[in-house]
């Protein structure tokens, strides 16, 4: 968000430093405070509120509003004064000074409030008005105005007209970023909803997708075990194509599940990324002694983050690096770390099929899949999970690898 | 021995007592498919006036009606009931789940077979004589 002194501020501070009075100054110099004050006020009662404060103090006058435009309507949204002015009423555009601002955008400078027939005086007889200036808010197309008025009979200055509209512009550009603000912070809580119910829905139909998919592998396999001796080659052939297919699902089911549920952790602490390796090793400890893999642990770092995560993420690395391998071959992976500034970059290489360039952000997308069910077995959710993980620790993934050259996977996990 | 099963899926109960089916030691299953049914035969209402008590509870989590939460949860704050062994048996793999339940006093959280050995395995583990005592330990 950026808030700047706006130009007619600026130019009014070069231009005439030497000439002004030491008045015209004091009021530059508070006028920047209010300009910092505004540039971290997100909300528009806040605004409102430094406005109606400023718009008194700078000029030093009896009474202070700030009224906003609403539709055919003035509305004296605040005020700051020595007795009660509008505050909270609304007036047509055509029958007040602040609307005769805003249509006309352009200050209105009124000695005697008595003697000007833009004023309607039945609405200024029981306050204590007799002078005012106003200044409209933003200049093309006014969304408002602010007012300044006197008890006694005063000539607005035109170092006051300087000021005042100096305030207007920065309100202004204070309002358009609140506005901005205030439909992002909508944007992102949308989104957040939506992300969570998305979560949800993968969760529960996962989990719903499950009971019948238990049933129908159970019975087919006691179709399996019951019957399989009265049944040709051809028969058994069907029943373990429908048993492969309906463990391939359940992986699926089982890997969207966990997808759904990393959203949920919150659990964060120090993490020795070395125990987290040694332990998905531990695991796959199948997987490696099948394929004879031959891995190589580097010294691994400490870090911030969870570790059943980050075992999800190195245990996917791994089983890739060790299952996407050219047929025959004994897979070598190498598992290292490296200190990065602020940052740790984890490392897992191998001497697998590697990938083509053109897939190397495709990959991390959910369910992408580069290779046919029957040649490598994947879900095409892994990586989506681990992008997912990684980016939950404020971390990075990215892939170096081209085909036949193997694939070296990093990604960035902040110091502990 | 004498199991309590309270679960909605007929195929899961037809697939335990048919591999249960002809050994010797064999529980005895009383099946209920709700958490209404399961307090109702616990507390012996209704048409479970007669029911005996079990030796150990096979608790659903998904179940219609009252959910497996709040039937673990009534089941272990009954006077005279919450020593009896409350097994969960679920779909669930999630450790979110099995800590509720062991906070709600579960005394073991079991994830559903996902096929017929892992199956076979919990049955010749419900058909051991020590069952219940084997639940405690676990």
């Known amino acids: 968000m950026v808030v700047s002194l706006p130009i007619s501020a600026n130019l009014a501070a070069k231009r005439s430093l030497p000439a002004h009075s030491p008045w015209y100054l004091a009021a530059m110099e508070q006028l920047v405070s209010v300009v910092q004050q505004l540039s971290q006020a997100h909300e528009l009662d806040a605004i409102t509120a430094i406005v109606r404060d400023a718009a008194r103090s700078l000029t030093r006058a009896d009474g202070a509003t700030f009224v906003l435009r609403d539709g055919d309507c003035c509305f004296y949204a605040d005020e700051n004064a020595i007795s009660p002015l509008w505050k909270g009423l609304r007036f047509p555009m055509s029958h007040c000074i602040s609307g005769w601002v805003m249509l006309n955008a352009k200050p209105a400078l009124i000695p005697d409030i008595y003697a000007d027939p833009r004023i309607p005086q039945d609405a200024y007889r029981p306050t204590f008005v007799r002078s005012l200036l106003m200044v409209p808010i933003r200049t093309q197309s006014p969304i408002g105005a602010i007012g300044n008025y006197w008890a006694s009979p005063h000539e607005p200055s035109e170092e006051e007209v300087a000021i005042l509209q100096a305030l207007a512009d920065t309100a202004s550009v204070a309002i358009e970023n609140a506005q901005l603000y205030m439909q992002l912070a909508s944007k992102v809580d949308a989104l957040q909803e939506s992300n969570y119910e998305l979560n949800r829905f993968a969760w529960v139909a996962s989990h719903d997708l499950q009971e019948p998919l238990r049933t129908i592998t159970t019975q087919v396999e006691l179709l399996e075990m019951r019957y399989g001796d009265q049944l040709d080659e051809r028969g058994r052939g069907y029943i373990h194509t429908a048993v492969e297919s309906t463990q391939r699902l359940q992986s699926l089911i089982e890997a969207l599940l966990v997808h759904a549920q990393v959203e949920k952790v919150e659990d964060f602490g120090d993490v020795d990324m070395q125990d987290v390796v040694d332990g998905v090793l531990q695991d796959l400890h199948i997987l490696i002694g099948e394929t004879q893999a031959e891995l190589q642990v580097g010294e691994m770092p400490l870090v911030r983050g969870n570790a059943s995560l980050l075992s999800r993420v190195v245990q996917n690395l791994i089983s890739n690096a060790v299952k996407f391998q050219p047929a025959g071959q004994k897979p070598c992976v190498r598992i290292v770390s490296e200190r990065r500034g602020k940052e740790w970059v984890c490392s897992v290489h191998d001497n697998g099929i590697g990938i083509d360039e053109a897939y190397h952000q495709r990959i991390f997308g959910l369910f992408q899949r580069l290779h046919a069910k029957n040649h490598y077995m994947g879900s095409g959710i892994g990586l989506a999970t681990c992008k997912k993980i990684i980016e939950m620790h404020r971390g990075r993934i990215w892939i170096e690898s081209a085909p036949g050259e193997g694939s070296s996977f990093y990604f960035t996990l902040p110091g502990n | ?138």
């Open chain 2, 1 to 138: 021995m004498h199991i309590l099963l309270v679960e909605d899926n007929p195929s899961d109960v037809r697939l335990l007592k048919e591999l249960m089916e002809g050994e010797r030691y064999a529980p005895t299953i009383d099946w209920v498919i709700d958490g209404h049914e399961a307090l109702d035969y616990v507390l012996q209402r209704n048409q479970h006036a007669r029911a005996s008590r079990p030796d150990v509870v096979l608790l659903d989590l998904g179940l219609p009606r009252i959910s497996g939460y709040d039937v673990l949860k009534e089941l272990k704050e009954m006077q005279g009931f919450s020593g009896i062994p409350v097994v969960i048996l679920t779909t669930s793999r999630n450790p979110l789940d099995k800590n509720q339940c062991q906070a709600l006093g579960a005394d073991a959280f079991i994830s559903k077979p996902r096929n017929l050995q892992e199956y076979q395995y919990l049955v010749r583990q419900m058909l051991r004589e020590d069952f219940p005592r084997l639940v405690r330990a676990a």
